[in-house]
């Protein structure tokens, strides 16, 4: 992976932390850079569960972890965060190979 692919994944990711649109956008970046379907799905599963554990050490930090794992969405924003990011490669990775 290049240096400016390996930067741009980095900003998304780091962009996840401050808005839904940079789980988007990493998504999308992945699905760019895989080499195919099953590498973007799978990495974009793998972030996605890694991003939504790094949210829950975050709650963790200011204790608020059990407060956070009693909510009836906690568990809805980890399935919508994998649904974004895996959807989002995968379309991004098909449009990458229907272009040629």
């Known amino acids: 992976m290049s240096?400016?692919?390996?930067a741009l994944l980095a900003i998304?990711?780091?962009a996840?932390?401050?808005?839904w649109l940079g789980i988007l956008l990493t998504g999308?970046?992945?699905g760019v850079i895989s080499k195919n379907f099953r590498q973007a799905l799978s990495y974009a599963m793998i972030f996605a569960v890694l991003f939504w554990l790094a949210f829950l050490a975050y709650s963790g930090v200011?204790?608020?972890?059990?407060?956070?794992?009693?909510?009836p969405l906690t568990y809805m924003s980890l399935a919508l965060t994998v649904i974004l990011a895996a959807s989002s490669s995968l379309?991004?990775?098909?449009?990458?190979?229907?272009k040629g």
């Open 3 to 6: 240096s400016a692919k390996f």
């Open 12 to 14: 998304s990711i780091l």
């Open 16 to 19: 996840s932390f401050f808005h």
């Open 28 to 30: 999308i970046l992945i």
């Open 62 to 71: 200011f204790g608020a972890i059990e407060k956070v794992l009693g909510l």
């Open 91 to 98: 379309i991004a990775r098909y449009l990458r190979v229907a």
